[in-house]
């Protein structure tokens, strides 16, 4: 998405990334593992999104 977004407008904007976007973690098979723990302390971790996180990182895989 970012690479299309490079290529379509380039320098004709402003490209800005929030961090604590879950969207964008989902697409990059890097940050993905970093979904579950985004916005600790003030939100815990869940086990059934870790679980969600896993079947990620295996679709990614496949």
């Known amino acids: 998405m970012a690479e299309r977004?490079?290529?379509?407008?380039g320098n004709?904007?402003?490209?800005?990334?929030?961090?604590l976007d879950i969207v964008?973690?989902?697409w990059k098979p890097e940050?993905?593992?970093q979904i579950?723990?985004?916005?600790?302390?003030?939100?815990p971790s869940n086990p059934l999104l870790e679980k969600f996180v896993n079947i990620g990182?295996?679709?990614k895989n496949a």
């Open 12 to 19: 004709k904007t402003t490209r800005i990334w929030n961090s």
């Open 24 to 26: 964008p973690h989902a």
């Open 31 to 33: 940050l993905l593992s």
């Open 57 to 59: 990182k295996l679709i």
């Open 36 to 43: 579950p723990s985004l916005y600790e302390p003030q939100i």
């Open 5 to 9: 977004y490079r290529l379509k407008l």
